[in-house]
């Protein structure tokens, strides 16, 4: 082969390849593909996840910054409705350490293994963070081979209204766990007031119960009369029994108590009554400044400290 066909071969290539290069430009069309999610399945194509905008992240979980970036991404995803986020794994050799990082943060967006082909289509080849965003009409409209910053979050949410009501169709909707409604609420308020008043009359009983067994005891010491001896230890006993079961009644209705008060809290976290819904019950100890709580999670199964100081 002559050199000026090689040379001619060369000058196509290079051509070729700046136009090939030219298409992660904003506002030209966005390249397809189609890769595999890390949860396994069949491909997923680009194109065909595309939402009104769509943010590609290329990612690797060796980067605590682009782990902290995956999850501001899930807080936008989660928080945004027509919002597509579609993170892609730079490094397949990542995968395990994907997959541990995508379930223990509740990543709930695509996660697909990048391959070369991609990164060559978006510039990205063995680079990592990467950021690309798209319009419902595939174009591009920035590319950024950095990590998230706030000019870049502001872009992505350009034009978005966050979703209050309604759930957002993207994410699973998640199993009700207990109780979720006012009128539970309200039986379960009946049910702790009802117990408290249930532990007063417990605590009295008792107190009056064990007076009379005292009482009685004391006159059966000092009685002589056999008639009256065998009387006043029938009554002794009587009363003894009375104020045990009355004793045993108080405990079971504290716990009643407490319970119901545990599960009185739960709902109202859950209907947006309290600030921390995991603490359900616990004590405070400080000032306004400055304050340190031991508390019981019922839904967590766990005790928590925590100290929350203003400067």
């Avoid at 390249?31 to 949860?39: A, G, K, N, Q």
């Avoid at 304050?291 to 019922?298: A, P, T």
Wanted: proline residues 4%; aromatic residues 10%; contains cysteine.
């Amino acid at each position: 082969m002559e050199i000026k066909h090689i040379a001619v071969i060369a000058l196509l290539l290079i051509s070729n390849l700046n136009i090939f290069y030219a298409q992660i430009e904003p506002g030209t069309l966005a390249p397809d593909f189609s890769l595999t999610p890390l949860t396994g399945g069949g491909s997923l194509s680009l194109y065909d996840i595309l939402l009104k905008r769509t943010v590609l992240y290329f990612w690797t979980p060796a980067s605590s910054e682009m782990k902290l970036d995956m999850i501001k991404l899930q807080d936008l995803y989660s928080k945004y409705d027509g919002l597509q986020v579609v993170a892609i794994l730079a490094f397949p050799e990542d995968e395990s350490d994907a997959i541990r990082f995508i379930n223990a943060n509740k990543i709930k967006f695509p996660n697909l293994i990048g391959n070369r082909e991609t990164a060559l289509k978006y510039k990205v080849v063995d680079a990592a963070p990467a950021v690309i965003v798209i319009d419902e009409n595939k174009k591009i409209l920035t590319a950024q081979k950095s990590g998230l910053t706030d000019e870049l979050i502001n872009l992505i949410i350009q034009g978005f209204a966050p979703i209050s009501s309604k759930r957002n169709p993207k994410l699973p909707v998640p199993e009700p766990k207990g109780p979720q409604s006012s009128s539970s609420l309200i039986g379960w308020r009946i049910c702790k007031w009802t117990s408290l008043l249930g532990i007063i009359g417990s605590g009295v009983g008792t107190w009056h119960y064990k007076k009379r067994a005292d009482f009685y005891y004391n006159k059966y010491l000092a009685a002589t009369d056999t008639g009256e001896v065998r009387r006043l230890k029938q009554l002794v006993k009587k009363n003894d029994l009375y104020w045990q079961l009355s004793l045993g009644g108080g405990v079971g209705l504290t716990a009643l108590f407490i319970y119901t008060w545990i599960k009185e809290e739960g709902i109202k976290s859950e209907l947006g009554s309290t600030d921390d819904a995991g603490m359900k019950i616990g004590w405070n100890f400080g000032n306004k400044n400055r304050k340190f709580s031991i508390s019981y999670g019922l839904e967590a199964d766990e005790w928590r400290v925590k100290l929350e100081q203003k400067l």
